[in-house]
């Protein structure tokens, strides 16, 4: 069988569904990243590196201010929803909306923009949607973290080709309670451990989730039980109870702040973290980022969920989510996004990194 191809002359939507087709499953992206490899060497702006099967090509023009646009080429597993198929403004398929639409985009525009207002570092990477350990945005950041050097950044994350600044951070503990065992016809004899837990519940039934404004946008956190274990056998009193709880916190606050709550909220009990990630503030005041926002002319949105642009916020690099589809589809089986989004998406990127700069150079002209 002959390797997948990409024309990236084609229109955005059709480039879309060329990707969709490439099957990339978290871990079997070679074919896919080969494809995006092929296009993006054929063009003389480009300075193309990979590192596994994560492309990052770079415009080298010497702006003041560089951009990053990154997308993962990496989806959920098959559920029975390839190949892709255009229905009545409709394209659906597996990675259709989580994030083949978004790739398409940078992608088209990484070939079609030899001159952009900025310099750009377009970054297609793999395994986003497993362990971080597999993530090739993450391993960027360990092994050439200079190529993710930028003033701003964009991760082309569905977001109903909107603007969600930032992200929430996340982080996940067990909440323990001890007891001493016991036959359950002489209960007294020992302590039960889940009847414990009820304390902690009742704490966070009582919890009033804080909320923090942060560059206009308003973020609003979550605190709630996901998890509860215990228990030893029909007629044993049990000594132990896990609560394990979630905590979705504002991106104002470090992981370190983050810990630093949960073992207050939860004084008297032994706490364990399991799980965390950091934030990442939207940072909409940079220069960059309030022209692209200007660009977008929409609402600007927080994002309540955890994405990449974390990693980018870790690297001191404001990041904002901004691609088309709607995140609630992600890794359905009926995942599919609007056309009109796809295209929407690419009207503005192009736009933004074509139209005149303060300095009054725009996409097209020669630098000195």
Same mark, same amino acid.
């Given at each position: ?24 499953? $978290?871990?079997?992206?070679? +074919?896919?990243?080969?494809?995006? =490899? ?79 207002? %900025? ?6 990477? =793999? ?14 950041? +360990? !092994? ?14 569905? !977001? ?22 016991? /036959? !359950? ?5 020992? /302590?039960? #451990?889940? /009847? ?14 804080? +909320? ?32 394990? *709880? ?6 104002? %606050? ?5 810990? #630093? ?26 220069? #960059?980022? #309030? ?56 009207? *503005?990127?192009?736009?933004?990194? !074509? ?12 630098? $000195?």
């Amino acid at each position: 069988m002959s390797a997948p191809k990409l024309d990236p002359s084609t229109d955005v939507v059709e480039l879309t569904r060329q990707l969709v087709d490439i099957e990339s499953v $978290s871990r079997n992206e070679q +074919q896919i990243a080969d494809a995006v =490899e092929e296009v993006l060497r054929g063009h003389e702006h480009l300075e193309v590196i990979r590192r596994g099967h994560t492309i990052v090509a770079r415009t080298n023009q010497g702006h003041a201010e560089r951009v990053v646009i990154a997308g993962h080429l990496d989806t959920v597993p098959l559920n029975d929803n390839l190949p892709a198929r255009l229905v009545d403004g409709l394209l659906w398929g597996l990675g259709s909306c989580d994030m083949k639409g978004g790739v398409a985009v940078a992608l088209k525009l990484a070939v079609e923009l030899p001159t952009p207002n %900025r310099d750009v570092t377009w970054v297609f990477y =793999e395994a986003e949607e497993i362990e971080a350990r597999f993530n090739g945005l993450n391993l960027l950041t +360990q !092994s050439d973290p200079h190529l993710l050097a930028a003033d701003f950044a964009i991760l082309m994350e569905p !977001s109903n080709a909107g603007v969600e600044a930032g992200c929430q951070g996340t982080m996940r503990v067990e909440v323990r309670t001890a007891g001493e065992r016991a /036959h !359950s016809a002489r209960s007294w004899m020992g /302590h039960n #451990a889940i /009847h414990d837990a009820g304390e902690i519940l009742a704490r966070l039934n009582a919890h009033q989730p804080r +909320q923090v404004e942060i560059d206009t946008l308003t973020y609003r956190e979550g605190l709630n039980a996901v998890f509860i274990s215990g228990g030893v056998a029909g007629n044993v009193i049990p000594d132990e109870c896990v609560v394990t *709880v979630n905590y979705r916190f504002a991106p104002d %606050r470090t992981e370190a702040d983050a810990e #630093a709550f949960l073992r207050e909220f939860f004084t008297g009990y032994d706490v364990r973290i399991t799980d965390s990630a950091p934030g990442a503030l939207p940072g909409l005041a940079i220069p #960059a980022a #309030a022209a692209f926002v200007e660009r977008v002319d929409g609402p600007v949105n927080p994002k309540f969920g955890w994405t990449d642009v974390a990693r980018f916020s870790a690297l001191d690099i404001p990041a904002v989510n901004f691609g088309p589809g709607d995140p609630i589809l992600a890794h359905k089986q009926d995942e599919h996004v609007p056309v009109e989004q796809i295209i929407r998406c690419e009207q *503005v990127l192009r736009s933004w990194l !074509s139209e005149s700069t303060p300095s009054g150079r725009s996409e097209g002209e020669e630098l $000195s």
